[in-house]
């Protein structure tokens, strides 16, 4: 008898795009398989990435623009329905020199068609911004906004599960084959999954649709089906300082020669409030090289220092995330027979990732997929959007375990909510709970926890590598 598990479709990845198609897909009445090669959600590009919702992405008419515009427009929506913390915190873009005003003028006549711009001049944005330096004026983009990258995946990846679609985690692609067996069709496709944890036994699946949102790796993936284009990485890194009251706006300069082949980064904040400094843009060869250098440390610090009149005070983490480059746009587009890539999604793929799901559904349909809705789809994506340290200050310690993070104010039944909601790595509880985001004493607590609940301890801390070399 044959005994193959048989799928609608199959999301190889799940990164922040594979999540958010699974999501749109799991309101459908259809079979669906998420395969990640790694423990959870989001430990790739995902994880490293800065957090920023762009208020845009230039050129406004590539596919990216438009799906950076549509996924910015969804976000409320997606907060609300998925329960992650957004906040439109709003991008200053500054002008330091007259020739900076005039083109921040310029910008703002040609930009206002597509997205939400005003004019400030310097008093109005020392107002928004008491430690900016010497500037002219600048513009305004009050739909920039902030979120937590895992916490967004998580919720997208708890909302598919709920309603019933299947991720596989630590079993990564290995071989795409034509579904004809024997002169018998199951699916389109067999795909042979390896598994990751040690015995790398494979079992092989069918489907009939194969979405690739496999990061990175979406270049090795398309090959299986025939499909060539190269993935070059570019990795971008980041300083996180423990201020949370020197800035309050996503900030950058305005470029006199726009950087081709980045937005330039910017002093960002996080959406605990932190200053963030970052990303650059460094070419490695390595695809896995997530190591931040001194010189980018001091690079990034004489950049985004220019726009201040003062340094902030303490550094507590560095962090580096990788994009997977192909060419200057995304690759959205189905090379073979009932097969999506889903490629070369680099900034701003956080913030389009819900348009991209929708876009995806869309060619789905049109490849003969049949959408049929489901009477009834689960909504309550537990645990619900974080409490914030503030919140929980006025609550009872009583019904809440004991207090096992001292920094964000988390107790341990809040923790093991995360547990048993399906966080399976202690960066998972890192960032739904905010425990050991700080000064980390409560990491032995937070361990033992983990053990008492069967979590497997896992090499994964985060993905900050302090490599220090002159
Ligand atoms: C430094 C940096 C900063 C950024 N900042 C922003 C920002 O502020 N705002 C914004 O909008 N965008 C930003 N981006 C871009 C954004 O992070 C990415 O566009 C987005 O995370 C891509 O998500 P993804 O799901 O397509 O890919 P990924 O996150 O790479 O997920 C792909 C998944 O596929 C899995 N996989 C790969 N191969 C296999 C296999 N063979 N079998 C099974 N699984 C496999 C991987 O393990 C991974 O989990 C930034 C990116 C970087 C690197």
Known sequence: MDTMDNFDVTIIGAGVTGCFIAKEL???????????????????????????????????????GKLCLEGNRLMDEEAKELGFRFKRV???LVARSILATLIAKLIKFYFSRYVEVEYLSKEEIRKL????????????FPNGGVVNPVEMTFKARRFAEINGVEFR???????????????????????????????KETEVISSNFIINCAGLYADEIAAMVGDRFEITPGKGSHIVFEDKSFSSHLMAAIPLIPERRTKGGGSLVTIDGNLIWGPNL???????????????????????????????????????????????????????????????????????????????????????????????????????????????????????????????????????EVIEEGARTLDDIKHLTGATMECGRCLPDVLGLMDRKGVKLRKDTCNSYIVWKD
């Open 129 to 140: 911004e008491p430690n900016v330096g010497k500037i002219k004026g600048g513009l305004f």
């Open 26 to 64: 799991s309101k459908y009445k259809l079979k669906v398989l998420v395969v990640e090669k790694e423990p959870t959600q989001a430990m790739g590009p995902t994880k490293g990435c800065s957090g920023i919702i762009h208020a845009f992405q230039l050129p406004f008419n590539s596919l990216k």
């Open 90 to 92: 709003g991008l200053i």
């Open 169 to 199: 985690f630590e079993r990564k692609v290995v071989e795409i084959k034509n579904g004809t067996r024997n002169g018998r069709r199951k699916g389109e496709y067999e795909i042979v999954l390896e598994s990751c944890e040690g015995d």
């Open 282 to 416: 460094v070419d490695i060869k390595d695809k896995e090289d997530r190591s931040v250098k001194k010189e980018e440390v001091d690079g990034l610090i004489r950049k985004h220092s220019k726009i201040f009149s003062k340094l902030p005070e303490k550094a507590i983490s560095v962090y580096a995330g990788v994009r997977a480059i192909v060419g200057k746009d995304f690759i959205i587009n189905s090379p073979v027979k009932n097969f999506i890539n889903v490629a070369g999604i680099q900034s701003p793929g956080l913030t389009a990732a819900p348009a991209i799901a929708k876009l995806a559904l869309r060619m789905l349909k049109d490849m003969g997929l049949e959408l049929k809705k489901k009477e009834e789809v689960k909504t309550e994506v537990t645990p619900k959007t974080l409490k914030t340290p503030k919140t929980l200050k006025t609550e009872t310690k009583s019904n809440k375990g004991d207090l096992i993070c001292h920094c964000r104010l988390v107790y341990s039944e809040e923790i093991e």
